[in-house]
């Protein structure tokens, strides 16, 4: 994770931190719920509101975090691309070296079978 990323949490999780400490426990909600006092209703609505506010953008940070992640960035792209090409290349060379490799054991073997024979027909004639 880069600086950006990690100020980029920071400030979700102080927004949702923020969102959350002024709430107030269950049992005092639920006085304020049936409280008369109009303000009470609008400080839970508005608390409730800013939670879930922070709690979307955590979620769509967390979210972008994760595609960041899974998907490489332009110049890992190119590095890639670079490397692949450079194996490639070994690849093709080392494919051409195999083939001169085989084309002289090849040729050994003609050699290697015609002194036999050769051989042969000289301990035929013996």
């Known amino acids: ?6 100020d980029d949490m920071i400030g979700c999780v102080m927004a949702l931190e923020a969102a959350l400490l002024p ?3 269950a049992r005092e909600l639920q006085a ?7 303000s009470h209703q609008i400080d839970v609505e508005r608390h409730a509101r800013d939670f ?11 979210i ?8 490489p960035t332009k110049q890992q792209v190119l590095l890639l691309q670079k490397d692949i090409a450079m ?5 093709k060379t080392k494919t051409d070296l195999i083939k001169k490799q085989e084309r002289l054991i090849q040729g050994w073997r003609k050699e290697l079978k015609d002194q036999l024979e050769k051989h042969n027909a000289e301990l035929e004639r013996v």
């Open 1 to 6: 994770m880069d600086v950006k990323s990690d």
């Open 23 to 25: 709430c107030l426990p």
């Open 32 to 38: 304020i719920d049936r409280s008369p006092h109009p």
């Open 52 to 62: 879930m506010e922070a709690a979307k953008k955590l979620q769509l940070y967390f």
């Open 64 to 71: 972008t975090l994760q595609r960041t992640q899974d998907h």
């Open 87 to 91: 194996m490639e290349e070994e690849l």
